[in-house]
């Protein structure tokens, strides 16, 4: 595959290079993959910048404005629309009396997921048969999810609830990249998505958190309280419309924060490291050990899925182009010292089911660390080539964007195949 990576990129090369002075046919090349062209045609440029049309795609490629857009009628209507809907799915349980506890518990992932996917594959304009099959799909996640056995107690039900916001997000994934599920690219503009969306819902809370403030005391000031009625129907409206909302800002300005979620993964990814390195020590001297403690177990595994994800952001978040040797190094670095964390996390797993024998809550543990560990181990081999060859971190971004789905089989395993080979306990 790593060689099919190549060689497309080094075909699309070529091809901008023959046909740089056909505007026809490099529209078309363009409109046929935007992300390959546009990185290929950037490393690129500095040998054809005789051309005149190759300004002309210089600009265009890489043209930001600092004015706002606000999209088009139809986008604006469809975000009051999906953003009032998913306020009212948050308010089932209180319009028609369902226990809280039950329905947020299997039902929270469907407030913001379906519309956003609706969103996305009106966007790509995706045949109606991928949009069936993710309609039935979804119908289908929100029957088994809500006739399984009510019983709290039950691992497998607890899982199924906290791995279903993951499979809804791979169906998600699956309209963001459009009819060719193959294209490795549109994966990648997938993670930088998320990143981006992470970074704009933030700053939208925050802003959200500074109006909530300001109007109670302004009310409080007359004599209102409504403290009550704001946060029982403002925040919860609020906070459910805020990754629709911040979608909508990441699409129609990506000049806002496409370059945001880079420089923060540029910041913290060494933070991490010292602070990964620093803890591994502590721990050393602590006397405390997963091996044993169970609830320092679940904090590693989290803290391992958190480094995890700071890696695939920052790979994701810059091109090739715009990283420096001494970043690559760094990321590499911080893979190694996550490879051994990682590492001690599923011995400690291993160590645990002789002892105490298999359960769901072992097992998902141990299936989710041996597939980090296996895309931690490809990831570390890309960091490391690219140390040495820059063009090697494309390489390291399309071997985290073809796992995914390998993600995305094991959250099925997990929500519709553990809770019957387990016997729903």
Same mark, same amino acid.
């Given at each position: ?63 930001? =404005? ?44 469907? &407030? ?14 995706? @045949? ?46 699956? =309209? ?41 005391? #302004? ?66 001297? @602590? ?33 090739? =182009?715009?990283? =420096? ?14 490879? &051994?964390?990682?590492?001690?996390? #599923? ?79």
């Amino acid at each position: 595959m790593n060689n099919n990576i190549t060689k497309n990129s080094y075909e699309m090369r070529n091809a901008i290079l023959n046909l740089i002075d056909d505007p026809k046919q490099l529209e078309k090349l363009y409109r046929d993959n935007k992300s390959t062209f546009r990185n290929e045609f950037n490393l690129i440029y500095n040998d054809i910048r005789d051309h005149k049309i190759a300004d002309f795609w210089k600009e265009r490629l890489n043209y930001e =404005t600092s004015e706002l857009s606000w999209g088009t009628v139809n986008e604006f209507i469809f975000v009051i629309f999906a953003s009032l809907l998913a306020g009212l799915i948050a308010k089932i349980p209180e319009i028609a009396g369902f226990d809280e506890e039950y329905f947020y518990q299997r039902n929270i992932g469907f &407030i913001v997921f379906p519309l956003l996917t609706i969103f996305f594959g009106w966007k790509n304009n995706l @045949s109606n048969g991928r949009i069936a099959i993710a309609s039935v799909v979804t119908l289908c996640s929100v029957i088994f999810i809500n006739l399984l056995p009510d019983n709290n107690l039950s691992d497998t039900l607890i899982l199924s609830c906290m791995h279903l916001p993951l499979f809804l997000w791979a169906v998600l994934g699956s =309209t963001f990249v459009g009819d060719n599920l193959k294209d490795l690219h549109k994966r990648i503009d997938f993670l930088k998505y998320n990143g981006d969306l992470v970074v704009i819902s933030a700053l939208i809370a925050i802003s959200g958190g500074i109006l909530t403030g300001i109007t109670i005391g #302004l009310f409080s000031l007359i004599n209102f309280n409504i403290e009550e009625f704001y946060f029982k129907y403002i925040v919860i409206m609020g906070l459910s419309a805020v990754p629709i909302v911040g979608t909508y800002i990441i699409q129609t300005n990506p000049q806002l924060v496409n370059k945001v979620s880079p420089l923060i993964a540029k910041i913290f990814s060494p933070l991490v490291l010292v602070t990964l390195i620093i803890y591994l020590i502590a721990m050393i001297y @602590s006397g405390k050990d997963p091996y044993n403690d169970r609830e320092f177990l679940v904090i590693f595994n989290a803290l391992l899925i958190g480094v995890m994800a700071i890696i695939l952001f920052s790979v994701a978040g810059t091109s090739k =182009t715009e990283r =420096t040797r001494a970043e690559s190094v760094i990321l590499f670095t911080l893979s190694v010292v996550t490879i &051994i964390v990682n590492s001690i996390a #599923l011995s400690a797993i291993l160590f645990r089911i002789p002892e105490w024998g298999i359960t769901p809550n072992r097992m998902a543990v141990l299936g989710g660390n041996i597939l980090i560990l296996g895309n931690l181990l490809i990831v570390s081999y890309r960091l490391f080539r690219s140390i040495k060859q820059a063009d090697q971190i494309e390489l390291v971004e399309k071997s985290i964007a073809s796992y995914l789905p390998v993600y995305a089989i094991w959250t099925i395993i997990v929500i519709f195949i553990f809770p019957f080979v387990f016997g729903f306990r």
